[in-house]
């Protein structure tokens, strides 16, 4: 530092302050000069986490600090208070966090070991979505949890999971829409566990996405659907894929959103209605339903979306779904 | 950046903020809306807003309206962005980024955002309604030569409180320019404009350095941007504050009415060419501006 009698706090005792001005944060008035000692702390604490942007991080000090929030357990607290805490600091704790959370000791990841072992954590982060002014500092740390594949399956495991379901649906945008990525990361990310979830919840799942597919919220219905085809059409997820286009309520919903007025929605619903189509083994049901429309969806096919002649792909699978439903 | 942030900020304090000239500036468009003061929330339904004025397009894809927030009567800036304008993903994830932006700022000098939320297939969203609206717009029409100097210092001075704000914040604005600096009739000076944001904090650590897809700033943007051959850092907006307060001071920039591939080439081969106007800017304006705008990144 430029003055050599400033002293720096140690990382001992910025956890400590933290610590403390977090307990003061419920009394009327010390909660001003609590909340002033906090912004400063984490700016602090961040300050060794992250570097100062021109030096980097010095790794004991990251080290002994990291030893300190983990031994003064003040990761929890900082989660249970942040709605409490200053804007900028709260931010400063998602920051705090995702460094941390990316933290690696060999091959193992301390942090995420320790939010596994305290599921509080994670419910907390989750119920941040019915806070809008936590909801995306609280969004961004749970993705960073999710990245690790034990907390992920912790999240989908818990009945929390099914909380996303409506937070996908809150009528603020930017809320919704976080809530949408933590979702779709959530099922994307680890695929050799979401599709043993999908296999064994299947019927809870669907039922509750088919409702994500109906909703009356364009930019929900538009995202939920476009999720869908590459969920579907993911090979990890073959065994559900298959049971989804066996059955013909999804294939008439399909159709229906197929003819949706917006037509952004058809385009996204033609990707999860060709699987139903190029299927080699349609179940009964199924082949009824395509040969009883036949003609209407040889002649609705060949003039849909036909202003995209640049995308070839669609227009070969196009040529291909209309070829197939005239041959059944 | 340090170096020439000082350089201008010393500038600047020659000029010191000459609010009261600012505020005598009186521009009759809409009616002031007054100092807000934010509620605890705005509700996401349509129905509780009344849209009073249409003010009109805003960055080619939305829309603007000073509206009445129904419930506590307050005035408040209504945009929509209709998202069947395009028909890829790109406009509803791009929508998206830009109010998860706003809503991760907080400064004086950059525009509040309250609220958003979907109808039909439309997102609106609601901010701070800025009665006078963007400098570009006001030189438009009342001061087609550029502002005088000291609205103009002033006004860098305020953009220049928020480009530390965000820089700070290690996000890189990237489209800085006077269409997006808005002026109420107090002469508070907002930021706008935050869709092409980028953020150097990732990962858990600090990026030295980004790449993005070049916009329609082309005009305002620097060089390294241009080229679009490797990646950039904070100044970025260092050039484009000194294209911007050129523009201010003498309604246009350099490179006004030049055709796309003119800029581009005379971007990346030769320094910013000299600005035609018969209008003088003191000399210490000039070396700021001089200072901004240079070629290579690291000497601004």
């Known amino acids: 530092m430029m003055f050599g009698f400033v002293k720096k706090k140690t990382p001992l005792d910025l956890v400590k302050s933290i610590k403390e001005a977090l307990g003061k944060l419920g009394s009327a008035d010390s909660r001003r000069k609590a909340n002033e000692d906090i912004s400063k702390n984490l700016v602090s604490v961040k300050g060794i986490l992250y570097g100062d942007g021109v030096t980097d991080p010095s790794p004991e000090l990251v080290a002994q600090l990291s030893h300190e929030i983990y031994n003064s357990d003040v990761m929890p607290l900082l989660v249970a208070n942040i709605s409490k805490l200053e804007f900028e600091a709260k931010k400063d704790v998602s920051q705090i966090f995702n460094n941390l959370l990316r933290r690696q000791i060999g091959t193992r990841f301390p942090t995420a070991e320790y939010i596994a072992a305290r599921p509080d954590v994670m419910r907390i982060l989750l119920s941040g979505y019915e806070n809008q002014d936590i909801a995306l500092n609280c969004g961004m740390i749970l993705r ?119 037509r952004n929605i058809q385009f996204e619903a033609f990707h999860v209605f060709k699987a139903f189509v190029a299927n080699p083994n349609k179940a009964r049901p199924i082949t009824d339903i395509l040969v009883k429309n036949k003609e209407k969806l040889v002649a609705y096919l060949s003039s849909f979306h036909n202003d995209r002649a640049d995308d070839e792909t669609f227009a070969d699978e196009k040529a291909f779904l209309i070829k197939a439903i005239q041959d059944l | 950046m340090k170096v020439s942030l000082v350089f201008v900020s010393n500038y600047l304090h020659r000029q010191r903020p000459l609010l009261r000239q600012t505020r005598a500036l009186s521009f009759r468009r809409v009616e002031s809306a007054g100092d807000l003061k934010q509620p605890l929330a705005y509700s996401p339904q349509i129905k509780d807003y009344e849209l009073i004025t249409d003010i009109g397009g805003v960055g080619d894809i939305s829309y603007l309206y000073l509206a009445k927030y129904i419930p506590t009567e307050e005035l408040v800036a209504l945009s929509y962005t209709d998202l069947t304008l395009s028909p890829d993903y790109e406009l509803v994830d791009e929508m998206i980024r830009t109010i998860r932006n706003s809503r991760l700022c907080s400064h004086k000098n950059i525009l509040p955002y309250f609220t ?152 990346l081969e030769y320094d910013c060419p000299g600005i035609k106007t018969t209008k003088s800017m003191p000399k210490s304006f000039m070396k700021m501006v001089r200072a901004c705008i240079r070629k290579n990144p690291n000497e601004r």
């Open chain 1, 144 to 262: 960073e949890c999710i990245r690790h594949e034990v907390l992920a399956q912790q999240l989908l495991e818990s009945p929390n999971f099914w909380k996303f379901f409506s937070y996908v649906e809150l009528s603020t945008f930017d809320v919704a829409s976080d809530a949408f990525a933590t979702f779709k990361d959530l099922l994307t990310k680890h695929k050799s566990i979401v599709a043993p979830f999908l296999s064994s919840k299947y019927d809870e799942f669907f039922a509750k996405y088919t409702d994500l597919l109906n909703s009356t919220n364009y930019v929900t219905k538009r995202q939920s659907l476009k999720l869908l085809g590459e969920l579907l059409l993911d090979r990890t997820n073959y065994a559900v894929m298959l049971k989804y286009i066996g059955n013909p309520d999804n294939l008439k919903l399909m159709m229906n959103l197929l003819r949706d007025k917006s």
């Open chain 2, 116 to 267: 958003s939320f979907i109808e039909n297939e439309r997102v609106w969203s609601v901010t701070l309604p800025v009665a006078t609206g963007s400098c570009r717009g006001i030189m438009k029409e009342y001061y087609p030569d550029g502002l005088d100097e000291p609205v103009v210092a002033t006004i860098l001075r305020e953009v220049l409180n928020a480009i530390v704000y965000l820089h700070e914040n290690h996000m890189i604005h990237n489209d800085l320019r006077a269409d997006n600096i808005l002026l109420d009739m107090k002469g508070n000076v907002r930021v706008t404009g935050l869709r092409q944001l980028v953020s150097l904090m990732q990962d858990g650590g600090y990026l030295k350095n980004v790449f993005s897809i070049l916009s329609d700033n082309i005009e305002w943007a620097a060089p390294e941007i241009m080229a679009q051959n490797s990646n950039f850092d904070e100044k970025v907006d260092i050039y484009s504050f000194g294209i911007t307060a050129m523009e201010l001071a003498f309604g246009h920039t350099p490179f006004d009415e030049w055709s796309p591939v003119k800029i581009l080439l005379s971007k």
